[in-house]
């Protein structure tokens, strides 16, 4: 009888126990989940826009296609390492400038797109490509507005407008307003920041 009173007491004891503790658990989880909820959303909210891009979609034969809402392109440092040689690095993502007169395209005056050379977004066409005599490729306007974009540069002194592709941030080079018409702009690239596609090479491919 007695032992039987006490282990009924026990059990008893046991289950409150349990009960106020779950009780308890349940109550913070509810407190901390109503706390947590709105930050998570915002977040995740913030993190859409900031993270997606609009760009311009040009084939190959410098053909406009449509506007598209992408991902931004986002790598490591030691992932940008691996894909492009240490002289492209330098300029794409440390915002080096090559020597005038030493990049592949300054004087090239064939027709065709000019890409980024970290994530192939369209950047420039031979169609504003002019001879600026900098020893830099210099084009009076983007392929299109929504895929590049400039910002302040206080570097080195100077106070410039640095350009950088929209899809990836690549450094491509300055823009200046002492350009020809019709917008009388220069942006001036730096060569390994780009990759040309020929137009008549193209014409057969299927992108
Ligand atoms: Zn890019």
């Not at 990759?195 to 193209?202: E, L, N, P």
């Amino acid at each position: 009888m007695f032992d039987s009173d006490l282990g009924t007491d026990e059990g008893s004891v046991v289950r409150r126990r349990t009960f106020l503790l779950t009780s308890v658990s349940a109550l913070a989880g509810a407190i901390v989940w109503s706390l947590r909820r709105p930050s998570v959303v915002q977040a995740k909210a913030e993190n859409r826009t900031s993270r997606e891009v609009t760009i311009v979609e040009f084939s190959d034969s410098g053909e406009r296609l449509k506007t598209i809402h992408v991902p931004k392109v986002v790598k490591t440092e030691d992932a940008w390492r691996k894909q492009l040689s240490r002289g492209v690095f330098a300029i794409t993502r440390q915002a080096d400038t090559e020597l005038a007169y030493s990049g592949e395209y300054w004087n090239l005056h064939e027709e065709g797109l000019y890409r980024c050379i970290c994530c192939d977004n369209a950047l420039f066409t031979s169609d504003t490509k002019f001879d600026s005599g900098t020893g830099w490729p210099s084009y009076w306007s983007p392929i299109a507005p929504e895929n590049v974009r400039t910002t302040r540069d206080t570097s080195l002194g100077m106070v410039r407008t640095s350009v950088s592709c929209t899809e990836c941030d690549a450094h491509l080079g300055h823009v200046f307003d002492d350009g020809p018409e019709p917008t009388g702009l220069r942006y001036c690239m730096n060569s390994a920041s780009l990759r040309f596609v020929a137009r008549q090479a193209t014409a057969k491919s299927n992108k």
